[in-house]
């Protein structure tokens, strides 16, 4: 359903810098807390007064010193940043090193660009002679191959090999011939990927093939380092890569996690906020990595089929609940027809999404609809 808006209205440490947080009690709410029993004795008698205080003590007694400590920095491209709870600074020194530990390890398993990485491996020999990958690529791959056809062939990690000839990655960038990226299409398909789990081995079916796992090496970086701070014993956690999200537990303030989409025309605000009790938030759209030619946009979100850039949508914005069967990636939402995508995630039980398409229409799902107040 949409809404039409007017465009013009293994785990090791790490070095980076570790600092409490108190604003993730309260995201993205400028009030002090002064403030806001000014408010409510302005608003509410004395008797409603008593029983909110009470029952902010009995709240506040779950999570009575623990407090948030962040650490932030560049990861797989983007910037990264991990919040834990812990009742002191040594603990969330502990828990800070080890999830930015497995991030750097999920890295450096997936990187294109690094050599001796999985991934660089794999587009460096796979076209010649079967690539030694571990259980953990494999499962990735076989993830990726998942979404291939869910997606019926919309979201395909091989895109790679157009992505380049747009200078992604490279820091030159320019708009290849028609007839070059004719030429590349044969080196893009999931189905030419040879992948054999027993024996852990992958090979290309052609040469100038290229892997890109992108989102979904995010996403699972996301989960990966979850897993690790579920061993160490944290109970609460807030882990970005980019835009990508997730939580570990409740929110020890006692409400929901509170996030906001980004805007895909104005990075100055959010286009909605949302509250969700947990699971994973994953945002995409054609604002994150671009450049412009003659008053043209092209970014890296690419059409499979052709090698231009996806037409469908500017923006989508996905919600995944705790151990959802098909993990989908944000941007599988952009490359395919918004009807087609909001069809998809309603055969995912509990997921939501929004999706901005090329019109600037809205297109949200039903536990949405209604309750988001967009923000153009």
């Not at 948030?68 to 991990?82: A, K, L, W």
């Not at 001796?116 to 079967?130: D, H, L, T, Y």
């Not at 919600?319 to 995508?341: C, F, G, H, I, R």
Request: hydrophobic share 45%.
């Amino acid at each position: 359903m949409k809404k039409t808006i007017n465009p013009q209205t293994a785990c090791k440490t790490s070095d980076f810098r570790m600092k409490p947080s108190l604003a993730n009690f309260f995201p993205y709410r400028r009030r002090t807390g002064r403030d806001r029993i000014q408010m409510l004795r302005n608003l509410m008698p004395a008797s409603v007064m008593v029983c909110l205080w009470v029952m902010l003590f009995t709240s506040s007694a779950a999570w009575a010193g623990s407090l948030p400590f962040s650490r932030e920095g560049q990861v797989m491209g983007v910037s990264g940043e991990i919040t834990v709870w812990a009742t002191d600074a040594t603990a969330a020194a502990r828990a800070l090193d080890l999830g930015w530990g497995e991030l750097r390890r999920v890295e450096q398993v997936f990187s294109m660009v690094r050599q001796g990485s999985a991934v660089n491996e794999i587009n460096q020999f796979a076209a010649s002679r079967p690539v030694e990958i571990s259980p953990e690529v494999v499962g990735v791959l076989q993830w990726a191959g998942n979404i291939y056809r869910v997606t019926q062939g919309a979201y395909d990690i091989t895109s790679a090999a157009f992505a380049w000839e747009y200078g992604f990655g490279q820091g030159e960038f320019r708009v290849p011939a028609p007839e070059r990226l004719e030429a590349v299409k044969a080196c893009v398909g999931y189905k030419n990927i040879m992948l054999y789990p027993r024996d852990k081995t992958v090979m290309f079916k052609r040469a100038g093939m290229q892997l890109d796992f992108g989102e979904i090496a995010r996403s699972h970086a996301l989960n990966s380092v979850k897993a690790c701070l579920v061993k160490l014993g944290i109970s609460a956690a807030r882990i970005r890569v980019g835009r990508s999200i997730t939580w570990l537990g409740a929110n020890p303030a006692g409400a929901f996690w509170n996030e906001g989409v980004p805007h895909p025309r104005d990075a100055r605000k959010w286009l909605t906020m949302l509250e969700v009790p947990g699971g994973k938030v994953l945002s995409s759209g054609d604002d994150e990595r671009f450049f412009l030619q003659a008053g043209v946009r092209y970014h890296a979100v690419l059409d499979p089929a052709t090698g231009k850039p996806e037409t469908n949508a500017l923006a989508a914005t996905l919600w995944l609940p705790e151990k959802v069967k098909l993990d989908l990636p944000s941007e599988a939402l952009l490359l395919m027809p918004p009807a087609q995508a909001m069809d998809l995630v309603r055969t995912i039980p509990g997921a939501e999404a929004l999706i901005v398409d090329a019109q600037n229409n809205i297109w949200m799902t039903p536990g949405w609809k209604g309750k988001l107040k967009i923000q153009w």
